[in-house]
């Protein structure tokens, strides 16, 4: 699988953004799709995820009630629409997919990262 993640930019804290990853190689039926950050000098935190099967999902908790994950079976494609958006959501946002049936800390399938970067 091949994950090619956009959409990332610079906004006001309160804006919006719509994260995209797009999955080539094979269907992610049978995978869990998710979102990670890292922002500067702090570890990678995982955001959320989705079961492509079944469309489950599974957020931290700092961004439940602001971000929602989604997918579009047809184009293969995952989404994460962030709304109210802090500054402390700045960071690195990188699409992962995992086979197993929850996301994990070493899912196996990266995308590259797309900067989010919220002003104050």
């Known amino acids: 699988v091949q994950l090619q993640a956009s959409g990332g930019g610079l906004v006001q804290a309160g804006g919006s953004l719509r994260l995209s990853c797009a999955a080539s190689?094979?269907?992610?039926?049978?995978?869990?799709m998710g979102w990670f950050r890292q922002a500067p000098g702090k570890e990678r935190e995982f955001v959320a995820a989705?079961?492509?099967?079944?469309?489950?999902?599974d957020y931290a908790d700092s961004v439940k009630g602001r971000f929602t994950i989604s997918r579009d079976n047809a184009k293969n494609t995952g989404y994460l629409q962030m709304n109210s958006l802090k500054p402390e959501d700045t960071a690195v946002y990188y699409c992962?997919?995992?086979?197993?049936?929850?996301?994990?800390?070493?899912?196996?399938?990266w995308g590259q990262g797309t900067q989010v970067t919220v002003s104050s």
């Open positions: 989705i079961r492509w099967s079944g469309g489950s999902t």
């Open positions: 190689g094979r269907t992610l039926s049978s995978y869990v």
């Open positions: 992962a997919a995992d086979r197993r049936a929850t996301m994990t800390a070493d899912p196996g399938y």
